[in-house]
């Protein structure tokens, strides 16, 4: 109960309506700041990394899909997935996965680094590259 500092019944009636309008006050910033903090979390999530996976690019595409146990020069390390457009002699990396999945709509080919492919694959993408490991596949 809140102390009374006089016994007018007007002082009372306006002290509660002080405490009424300090509750739907703190409501609303308590629903302000609960929108927000949802706000931000929308919005950290739309800057989220795409994952390129080998289903996703079949899936995006047409183009013939390989496996090679080797990068070609152009192809920096660390690169797994690359498309090509054998008309255009354009190249896009999983460095940019967004530009890849729409770029694997058009392109010919669509490859896989994978260092135990078989040697056989790399004679249908590149010639005079060998393979360390193919033996294992």
Known sequence: MLPMLSRSPTHGMLALRCVACWHRCMGRCIHFIFL????????SLSGCAIEIT???LKSQS???YTYVCR???DIPDGVQYWA???DTGETVTDREPERLLEFAQ???WIYEYHPY???S???LAFRAITCRYSKIW
Do not use: G, H
């Open 36 to 43: 927000l903090l949802c706000l931000a979390s929308v919005t």
């Open 54 to 56: 080998p289903w996703r």
């Open 62 to 64: 047409q183009a013939k």
């Open 71 to 73: 990068r070609t020069p």
């Open 84 to 86: 090509v457009d054998t």
């Open 106 to 108: 058009i392109a010919d």
């Open 117 to 119: 492919a078989p040697a």
């Open 121 to 123: 694959t790399v004679d």
